[in-house]
């Protein structure tokens, strides 16, 4: 078996939700007089926690509330807008079969729990999961490896037996960090944006993270 463990990112690789994030960002910020780009938040929000990207944003911003606030808000708007969230094609069937496999699998998302766990149980994943580290779980978010370093240690899995998937540069080096092997799928960002992984990939198969090689 090649690894002993997958951990998936949330957003931009299980669920299609980025552009629902940018929306909620976008109708909070625009309430305080900010024209959310989609570069900027690429720049700003893309794969880092909600506090993460506010923080960044504050010094540019006259007029914003505390982070606290602008969280919750965000939070209040993404929850409406959640309600049309949907999987990429073939994630859910990859996940069971690396779960029926007995792969250990987790998620470390940027994401608020609450976002996360109303994802997974819109995809019907709310069980596959052994371990959730969400953005309330960790001081530091991505590029931090602490997430994934955090996981391997719940998992009692040494990180090189680790496989990541991720979709933005910020994930892609925490999980380099963390010493793990990731793989980056091109979802939400270029190859050349994500060629710090091991691997770049248009679509995922259980090949990359399962031995045909019985013998191993």
């Given at each position: 078996m090649k690894f002993q463990a997958v951990l998936f990112d949330l957003d931009g690789v299980i669920i299609d939700s980025e552009q629902f994030h940018?929306?909620?960002?976008?109708?909070?910020?625009?309430?305080?007089?900010?024209?959310?780009?989609?570069?900027?938040?690429?720049?700003?929000?893309?794969?880092?926690?909600?506090?993460?990207?506010?923080?960044?944003?504050?010094?540019?911003?006259?007029?914003?509330p505390s982070l606290e606030q602008l969280?919750?808000?965000?939070?209040?708007?993404?929850?409406?807008?959640?309600?049309s969230l949907t999987p990429y094609d073939g994630?859910?069937?990859?996940?069971?079969?690396?779960?029926?496999?007995?792969?250990?699998?987790?998620?470390?998302?940027?994401?608020?729990r609450a976002e996360a766990?109303?994802?997974?149980?819109?995809?019907?994943?709310?069980?596959?999961f052994e371990v959730i580290v969400a953005a309330e779980d960790?001081?530091?978010?991505?590029?931090?490896?602490?997430?994934?370093?955090?996981?391997?240690?719940?998992?009692?899995?040494?990180?090189?037996?680790?496989?990541?998937?991720e979709d933005s540069p910020s994930g892609v080096d925490a999980a380099v960090s963390a010493g793990m092997f990731c793989v980056a799928i091109t979802n939400t960002h270029s190859a050349e944006d994500l060629g710090s992984a091991n691997l770049v990939v248009g679509k995922l198969s259980s090949s990359i993270f399962l031995d045909t090689d019985k013998s191993q």
């Open positions: 940018e929306q909620a960002f976008r109708e909070v910020l625009n309430n305080y007089g900010y024209q959310l780009t989609h570069a900027s938040y690429l720049a700003n929000f893309a794969g880092k926690t909600d506090l993460d990207g506010f923080f960044g944003l504050k010094n540019q911003i006259d007029n914003l969280i919750r808000e965000k939070a209040n708007a993404y929850s409406i807008i959640a309600q994630i859910t069937s990859l996940i069971k079969e690396l779960y029926d496999q007995g792969i250990k699998l987790a998620l470390v998302t940027g994401s608020l766990e109303l994802a997974l149980k819109t995809c019907n994943l709310n069980n596959q960790v001081k530091n978010g991505k590029p931090s490896p602490e997430g994934y370093q955090k996981v391997a240690r719940l998992l009692d899995v040494t990180p090189s037996r680790c496989a990541v998937v």
